[in-house]
């Protein structure tokens, strides 16, 4: 489905002439060289269709994905508790809360920090859908203060069929954490994404925004309470989303989303309180994931330093900072030593490991990006790295190049956002994608058939998972475009959400240049 664009799309004026336009408007240095660039609107719209395609539950009379129908209808009726809704995670029927949440926290950051370029796209309706498919779902999830539905489904028995979502004949047994069986990462993670969509409909919507807070409070205060790691209390999650860096970091994640969404003092506390013991200031880390937020918190931290009112926390603010500038001197290859910074692929391309490395690429370009807003809005030039001073306008051009390759500037001029440009991945390890539309064929399709007749084929998927990021290449650009071969070619709704922010903020640039240049 393509959108109109608000703005005028560029007539047929080479990139060249935008390109050094932008060269002439920053004044950067001799050593920019022109980029390419790409329909960064389409990336946008598209972005979003791909969570419609992810979507569990009764489908709404606007889903825009047609070749999807109504899945998991009966999720949570054995647990006696209404679970019908939300995200499957990737190419998969199981309904995992943590990487979900981190989803939407990121959807909702992305709207934050760019809402004015999303809707100049006239996309913001889109988002915020997107958004509430995620957030109605947590507050079902979510049924007494200290109760949290984690999961549905087990990728154990998930991954044994093959199965489109309407067919699903797996077991859809439900798991959670309570008092006795803590996970204070999930909990954290809920209420994280929940204060940060709250702030998102504050003014459109504000008595569900109001909903949301509450319930964010209320979760932050149970995960607090009752500490552990939710994959202690739920054995099914281990192997597929186990909470490597314990639940810290996600307790401080969710004290600063709070924070930023009500204004409470307590919990900004909290944040400095805890800077140390719980290694907010500690970590020196060099990656952002649904696993690992001391990233994503260091940068929310450093943004404070921005207010007067938060002066009398300067020093504990500017420690959070200096990890926050390790991380992205890590991403610019700019830290003292090979082990301080992420390594890239010959073609350019940030690279943190070998199974779904995209993940890595796009919420680290996102990072990037804010810091390099936040770097202008603090009057501080530029950021110093180790090896060198790097300017917020190289910050974002990092950030431009690493979305650049996504959508098909590097050695194999492929799109790894599927459904984008004319050389895409056709082979997506998604199983609604991979067999026929149950729009067109009703017939049943069984666990093992699904494998046999769909799953091993050589043939594209019969549909396109439009705007899902796949897992990408190897550390040395290549990739396989194989349904077996999930490391590089199943997406995440993870994988897409940081995008979302930054396609808009893409599009937004390059229709102000070419306006500029009229
Ligand atoms: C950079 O790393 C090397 C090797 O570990 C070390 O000897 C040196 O002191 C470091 N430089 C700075 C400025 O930290
Ligand atoms: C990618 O595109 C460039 C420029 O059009 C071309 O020179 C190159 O051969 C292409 N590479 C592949 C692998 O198709």
Known sequence: MEKTMMMKRKPSLSFLHHCCFLLSLFSIFASFRCSPSHNYADALTKSLLYFEAQRSGRLPYNQRVTWRDNSGLTDGLEQGVDLVGGYYDAGDHVKFGLPMAFTVTMLSWSIIEYSEYIAGAGELEHAMEAIKWGTDYFIKAHTSPNVLWAEVGDGYTDHYCWQRPEDMTTSRQAYKIDENNPGSDLAGETAAAMAAASIVFKKTNPHYSHLLLHHAQQLFEFGDKYRGKYDESIGVVKNYYTSVSGHEDELLWAAMWLYKATDNHQYLSYVIDNADSFGGVGWSITEFSWDVK???????????????????????????????????CSCLNKNNGTKHNVRFTPGGLLYVRQWNNMQYVSSGAFLVSVYSNLLQKLNQKNLKCHGGEVTPHELFQFTKSQVDYILGSNPLNMSYLVGFGPNFPKRVHHRGASIVSYRENKGFIGCTQGYDNWYGSTDPNPNIVVGALVGGPDHNDEFTDKRGNYMQTEACTYNTSPLVGIFAKLNYLENMVLHASY
């Open 294 to 328: 001391f990233a994503g918190i260091q940068v929310l931290a450093s943004q404070l330093l921005i207010e007067e009112k938060h002066k009398k926390y300067k020093d504990v603010l500017e420690k959070y900072q200096s990890k926050a500038e390790y991380y992205i």
